[in-house]
C-alpha cells in the first residue's frame, strides 16, 4: 500500500498547511507562507490554518505567550497525552514537574487545560473537510512536536486517505526519519529546506512515483519501513521572491476576542545561516548546515515591507534572520531612514557595534534586537566562543538605552572550565549597570542538538547523559528512539567546577533581581552637555534619589573621550595627546589617572575587557557630546 492516492488528472492537487501550539501567536506563520508560496508555483493550491492563534486566544494569551516563550516542557504534555494514551491515565499530581519548578502551577495548566486541548482538537478536524485536500503539511519548529502528533492522529481516524507530510527544525538530520517510527501518522519527513525538495516531492506525489528520487526526505514505503533518501542542497537566493501572503492569519486574528485586540508582527527574512558561526560556531549552538549564510537581494526587502504596511495595515516587523545581514548597515537602513517610515522591527544582531550603527538601526525603526550577549564575563565568553568581548556587550546596552533601542538578552551559565571569580565580577560590575536593559536572568547552558557541545562533547568537557529527562514525561518510547527526536540533552561536566561557584552564580542572579527592580523605577544615569562645555551627570541607580554632578569642561571632555572604549594602559596617554589643554586644566597626567580612578571607584567609568568605558548614556535632547567637543577651544583635539 502506497502513502497517498495519486491526484486525479481533472482537478490540481490541494494542500493544507497548518501550523499548531506552540508557535508565537502574535504573527503568522512564515513557514507556512513560503511553503504556500513554493507550492503555488508548483500548481498546488493550498490553504494555511494557523491554529496556534486560535488556541492562544482560548488558553490565555499571557499564559500561553509564557510557555511558547521558555520553551518548558508542559505544553508539549498538555498535547501528547492525546496521542499516547498511558500519558491520559497518569493524574497531574503524578507527573515530575515539567517546566516551572513550581509542580503546583503545572498541576493546575495540566488540570485546566487538558479539556481545552480536547475541544480544541476536536476544533481543528471539524473546522472544515479536510477531504478537500490530498496533502497535510505540518511545520515542527519548537515545541509543535506534540501538538502535531495529537491532530494528526484525530485527523487521520475521521480522513485516513490523507497524507501527512512533517517539516522544519523539528525533522532536520535524524529526526525526520525517527519521527516516521514514533509516529505512523506522519508519513513524509521533509528534513531541509522546502525550495529544493518539495517541487520534487510533489511531482512523485502526482505521478504516484517512488520517492527515492526525492532528495531530503524519509518516507514510509509498501510494506511499512522507513527509509531515507539521499541529502539535497540548501535554498541559495537567486531569484527575486514575491511578498508572502499571510492574509489567512490576520483573517482568522481578526475573529477572536483576545488575540484580535493586541498588536500583531508581521515576520520577514532578509537572510539564512549565521555568517559569524559559518566562520566560528559558538559551542551552545544548535544550527547544522543551514548555519551557511545566505543573503536575499537587499533591494527586496523594503519593496516587501512597504507592500505589508499597505495590505495588512501592521508596521511591526519581525525578522527571523539568525543575524542581520552587515550589509544592511549601508543599503536597507538608509532606505526606511530616508522613505521616512514609521516602522517597529526586530533585529538578532551581533553586539560588537558602534555608537553610529545603533544610530542607525533607530533611525530605521529598529528599535528591538536581541544582540546574543550571554555574558558580562570575557572568559566565559571565550569559553562559548562568542568572539566579542564583555565590553562590547556593555558597550551595545549604553548605545542602545541612549537611541531607545531595547535590548532582549539573557546570561548562560555553568560552562566547563568557569570560575567562581567570573561571576562574582559579574555580581559586582551589575550595580553600576541599573540605568541599561537588565538581563531576563541567569540559566544553565543546555545542549541542543547539533551544536559542538553535542557533536564533541568530551572535547568540550562534558559526558552526555542522554535526552533531557522530562521528555521521558511528553513522550513515553523507547529510550534510543527518544534520543533520536529530541532537541535537549542531559550532561555532566567532566571537572568539577570551582568551590564557590554557587555561591557567585546566586549572586549573580541576586544583583540581576535588583537590576529589574532599578529598571522597573526607571533608573537612570545620563550625561547632558551643555553649551559653556561643561556637562551635567545625573545618576539614580543606586535609589530614587537622584544625584546631580556637575563637570567642568575639561572632565566633561575625559567623560566625553572614554564613550567610546579606550585601551586602559594607553587611556590616559591618548587623552593627553588628543587634548593637551584638557589635561593642563586638571594639573598633569596624574590628575588625570586620579580621576579616572575615582571613576572606577563610584562607577562612573568601568574598566572591562582591558578597556575604560563611560558608562552615562548622553542626553539625546541636548547637543551631543561632539558637537561640544568641536565648539569650545580648549576642547578641540590637537593635531
Known amino acids: 500500500m502506497t502513502v497517498h492516492q495519486p491526484v486525479p488528472e481533472a482537478r490540481p492537487m490541494r494542500a493544507a498547511l497548518v501550523g499548531m501550539p506552540w508557535f508565537w501567536a502574535h504573527m503568522p506563520s512564515i513557514q507556512l507562507a513560503i511553503l504556500k508560496d513554493i507550492l503555488g508555483s508548483c500548481g498546488v493550491e493550498s490553504e494555511v490554518f494557523e491554529f496556534y492563534a486560535d488556541f492562544a486566544d482560548t488558553f490565555g494569551v499571557d499564559l500561553y505567550g509564557k510557555i511558547a516563550n521558555t520553551g518548558t516542557y508542559v505544553g508539549e504534555r498538555l498535547f501528547s497525552q492525546f496521542y499516547f494514551d498511558e500519558l491520559r491515565e497518569q493524574r497531574p499530581e503524578d507527573i515530575p514537574p515539567l517546566a516551572f519548578n513550581e509542580p503546583e502551577i503545572e498541576k493546575h495548566i495540566l488540570r485546566f ?12 478536524v471539524e473546522e472544515t473537510d479536510w477531504s478537500r485536500f490530498d496533502l497535510v503539511c505540518l511545520t515542527l519548529t519548537a515545541q509543535q512536536l506534540g501538538t502535531s502528533m495529537a491532530f494528526a492522529r484525530r485527523l487521520k481516524r475521521r480522513y485516513p486517505d490523507l497524507t501527512v507530510i512533517v517539516g522544519g527544525a523539528g525533522c532536520a538530520g535524524d529526526m525526520g526519519k525517527a519521527l516516521l517510527r514514533v509516529c505512523p501518522e506522519f508519513e513524509i519527513a521533509v528534513h531541509g529546506e522546502a525550495e529544493a ?53 490576520f483573517a482568522r486574528v481578526g475573529k477572536l476576542p483576545n488575540l484580535g485586540r493586541l498588536p500583531s508582527w508581521i515576520p520577514f527574512e532578509s537572510s539564512r545561516g549565521c555568517w559569524y558561526g559559518e566562520k566560528s560556531q559558538c ?101 562559548m566562543k562568542k568572539g566579542v568581548s564583555a565590553a562590547r556587550n556593555i558597550q ?32 559586582v560590575m551589575m550595580k553600576y549597570l541599573h540605568h541599561l536593559d537588565p538581563p531576563s536572568g541567569i540559566a544553565p547552558f543546555e545542549v541542543h542538538r547539533f551544536s559542538p557541545f553535542h557533536e564533541e562533547p568530551r572535547e568540550h568537557g562534558i559526558t552526555l547523559k542522554g535526552p533531557h529527562h522530562r521528555y521521558r514525561s511528553v513522550f513515553p518510547v523507547a529510550e534510543e528512539l527518544l534520543s533520536e527526536i529530541v532537541y535537549r540533552f542531559e550532561y555532566d561536566l567532566i571537572e568539577p567546577g570551582d568551590e564557590g561557584l554557587d555561591a557567585a552564580r546566586k549572586a549573580v542572579a541576586d544583583a540581576v533581581a535588583k537590576w529589574k527592580a532599578a529598571e522597573a523605577r526607571s533608573s537612570l544615569f ?46 590616559v596617554q591618548l587623552f593627553a595627546q588628543a587634548f593637551p589643554q584638557a589635561v593642563a586644566s586638571f594639573g598633569g597626567v596624574a590628575a588625570v589617572e586620579a580621576k579616572i580612578a575615582g571613576w572606577e571607584a563610584d562607577g562612573t567609568v568601568l574598566n572591562v575587557s582591558d578597556t575604560l568605558q563611560s558608562l552615562a548614556t548622553r542626553r539625546l535632547s541636548s547637543r551631543s557630546a561632539e558637537q561640544h567637543t568641536l565648539s569650545d577651544p580648549e576642547l578641540v583635539p590637537a593635531q
Not at 563637570?551 to 564613550?563: C, I, M, N, R
Open 113 to 124: 487545560g487538558t479539556p481545552l486541548v480536547d475541544q480544541f482538537l476536536d476544533n481543528c
Open 197 to 249: 525538495t518539495l517541487p520534487l516531492l510533489v511531482q512523485a506525489l502526482r505521478d504516484d512515483a517512488s520517492l527515492e528520487t526525492v532528495g531530503g526526505v524519509s518516507w514510509r514505503d509498501a510494506e511499512g519501513v522507513v527509509r531515507t533518501g539521499s541529502s539535497t542542497a540548501m535554498h541559495v537566493f537567486t531569484h527575486a521572491r514575491e511578498p508572502l501572503d499571510f492574509s489567512a492569519y
Open 283 to 383: 559551542t551552545f549552538c544548535g544550527l547544522n548546515e543551514i548555519i551557511k549564510f545566505r543573503k536575499r537581494d537587499t533591494s527586496q526587502i523594503f519593496g516587501e515591507l512597504a507592500h505589508y504596511e499597505k495590505t495588512y495595515g501592521r508596521t511591526n516587523f519581525f525578522s527571523v534572520d539568525l543575524i542581520m545581514p552587515r550589509s544592511f548597515l549601508g543599503d536597507f537602513l538608509p532606505a526606511v531612514r530616508e522613505a521616512g517610515k514609521d516602522w517597529t522591527i526586530f533585529y538578532e544582531v551581533k553586539s560588537n557595534m558602534q555608537r553610529a550603527e545603533v544610530q542607525d538601526l533607530a533611525a530605521a525603526g529598529i528599535n528591538w534586537i536581541q544582540p546574543g550577549i550571554e555574558s558580562l564575563s570575557d572568559h566565559v565568553l571565550k569559553l
Open 396 to 427: 551595545c546596552l549604553r548605545l542602545s538605552r541612549e537611541q531607545g533601542v531595547t535590548v532582549s538578552w539573557n546570561i548562560i551559565s555553568n560552562f566547563p572550565q568557569e570560575t567562581a571569580q567570573d561571576y562574582a565580577d559579574m555580581a
Open 526 to 571: 545620563e550625561i547632558e552637555y551643555l553649551e559653556d562645555g561643561s556637562a551635567v551627570l545625573r545618576d539614580t541607580r543606586a535609589s530614587e534619589q537622584e544625584i546631580v554632578t556637575r563637570l567642568p569642561s575639561h572632565e566633561a571632555a575625559l567623560l566625553g573621550f572614554l564613550d567610546e572604549l579606550k585601551p586602559s594602559v594607553r587611556a
